[in-house]
């Protein structure tokens, strides 16, 4: 498992090109979880700002 932070561009295009699974709306924040075609599945943090979190999930 790999964890990297990521700006509001890289969320953005790593939600678009993936297939999204579930989310959940947080007062701070937002997590999406997707399935990405070449990285797997991966966890997906996005602050108010934008700004936030990839997480590669090992299957």
Do not use: C, S, W, Y
Not at 1 to 13: H, L, S, W
Request: proline share 3%; glycine share 8%.
């Amino acid at each position: 498992m790999r964890m990297f932070d990521a700006e509001k561009q890289v969320i953005a295009d790593l939600r678009e090109e993936g297939t999204l699974v579930t989310t959940k709306q947080l007062p701070l924040f937002q997590i999406f979880v997707v399935r990405h075609p070449t990285l797997g599945k991966l966890v997906l943090i996005e602050g108010n700002d934008g700004n936030g979190a990839v997480v590669e999930v090992d299957n």
